[in-house]
């Protein structure tokens, strides 16, 4: 489940987040499944996704076409806050085995607290979560600090992505 952060901040990151959810879709087949969540606070959390039903669809050339248009209408809706705790808990109900989050900016909750409450859950479902940091991410020290740390508690790896 790729998690995309559409807060206002990210506005001026448009592009590489789009190139980012497009190398991430790239190698994706039939035989794997995926599903795409954008959230945002505005001011309560919302959240698109795709398919637009939930759940994981199979990597055939259709869905992943679709998926690319989805990334593509994303990019023009940016705003609001960055309820980060609120769309990994989300994404932790679907049947995938791994989340990627993407990210620019440091979440609305404590970092602490999400860390704790997301690895603690995480515990019996066991998936593996990777994190990304877009943008001028070496500007922020606590978002790579939270995204690290999430990451590392949650068997996934981090890599920053900068323009």
Same mark, same amino acid.
């Given at each position: 489940?790729?998690? /995309? ?18 190398? /991430? ?135 920053? /992505?900068?323009?």
């Amino acid at each position: 489940v790729i998690v /995309v952060d559409m807060s206002g901040s990210m506005l001026s990151y448009t592009d590489l987040m789009v190139k980012s959810v497009l190398e /991430v879709l790239e190698p994706l087949d039939d035989s794997n499944e995926f599903a795409i969540i954008g959230y945002q606070g505005n001011p309560s959390p919302v959240l698109w996704t795709y398919p637009d039903r939930g759940g994981l669809v199979r990597g055939t050339p259709d869905n992943l076409d679709a998926a690319r248009g989805f990334i593509q209408s994303l990019a023009r809706r940016f705003a609001g806050s960055t309820p980060t705790h609120y769309a990994v808990m989300s994404a932790m109900q679907y049947p995938a085995k791994s989340i990627i989050l993407m990210s620019d900016g440091e979440p609305d909750n404590a970092p602490g607290f999400i860390i704790q409450d997301i690895t603690g859950l995480n515990r019996y479902e066991n998936k593996e979560i990777h994190t990304v940091a877009i943008g001028d991410y070496t500007q922020n020290r606590g978002l790579v600090m939270f995204l690290q740390t999430l990451a590392m508690q949650n068997g996934g790896d981090f890599v920053g /992505v900068s323009r």
